[in-house]
């Protein structure tokens, strides 16, 4: 099965320090798409940050961007300027395009420290 | 606002009975997934559907069935609940087109089965 792997089950950042969360993934497939989703205590799911695999740039929202290695395939995802409101589960999750289902890593928790 | 909205929020149910987890999405959504959420384990695929009229099975199906009469609903029936199906269960659904792959997910349901 293909998998996607997070190898910290927790992590801890003071508030307004860079926290990188990591994620590797396993395909065959040569165009995918990775994503990060952020559940917060509410238990909602909410998108971070999307990467398109055939985009060599990576992709940021804000305080949040990401490095693509594509040929480590390697996804980890960095979070400057760490907010209390940063306290979260966080997933990584791979698709195949089209309406192909997601396939989530076990995720990390994050704790930000005031 | 739309979304996905799920029932019930909460739900106890005593092992042997049956339980249907409703899901409905008003955005027109072609895609439609069932996730169960448990700690350490991450988010894992039971069902999905591409298109009303066609279902798939994802990586823990058993003792899970859905249907999709239609584009907006998507219910998940548990036949005869065992202690192990005890979780949170997460509706999520994607369009076609530049967004496919973008999980929308509604709030979950958390299902206590003793």
């Known amino acids: 099965a293909q998998t996607v792997t997070q190898s910290q089950p927790e992590m801890s950042v003071q508030e307004a320090e860079t926290v990188t969360l990591s994620c590797t993934y396993d395909?065959?497939?040569?165009?995918?798409?990775l994503f990060w989703y952020k559940q917060p205590p509410s238990r909602q799911m909410i998108l971070v940050i999307r990467?398109?695999?055939?985009?060599?740039q990576n992709a940021t929202e804000n305080r949040f961007s990401v490095n693509f290695q594509k040929a480590a395939k390697s996804f980890s995802l960095k979070i400057s300027d760490s907010q209390l409101g940063d306290a979260a589960m966080y997933f990584c999750a791979r698709g195949r395009g089209g309406n192909t289902p997601l396939v989530f890593g076990k995720g990390t928790r994050l704790s930000v420290i005031a | 606002t739309a979304g996905i909205t799920q029932a019930p929020t909460s739900q106890i149910l005593a092992a042997g009975r049956s339980m249907t987890l409703r899901c409905t999405q008003d955005m027109r959504h072609n895609a439609m997934y069932w996730y169960r959420q448990d700690l350490g384990l991450g988010l894992r695929l039971i069902h999905y559907s591409n298109t009303a009229g066609t279902t798939g099975k994802g990586e823990v199906p058993d003792g899970y069935s859905v249907s999709r009469a239609n584009t907006d609903d998507f219910p998940l029936t548990l036949a005869s609940a065992v202690p192990s199906q005890t979780s949170v269960y997460f509706c999520?659904?994607?369009?076609?087109?530049?967004?496919?792959?973008?999980?929308?997910f509604g709030a979950g349901s958390r299902l206590t089965v003793l």
């Open positions: 395909t065959s497939e040569s165009d995918y798409y």
């Open positions: 990467q398109e695999a055939y985009k060599q």
């Open positions: 999520a659904s994607s369009p076609q087109g530049t967004g496919a792959n973008v999980l929308t």
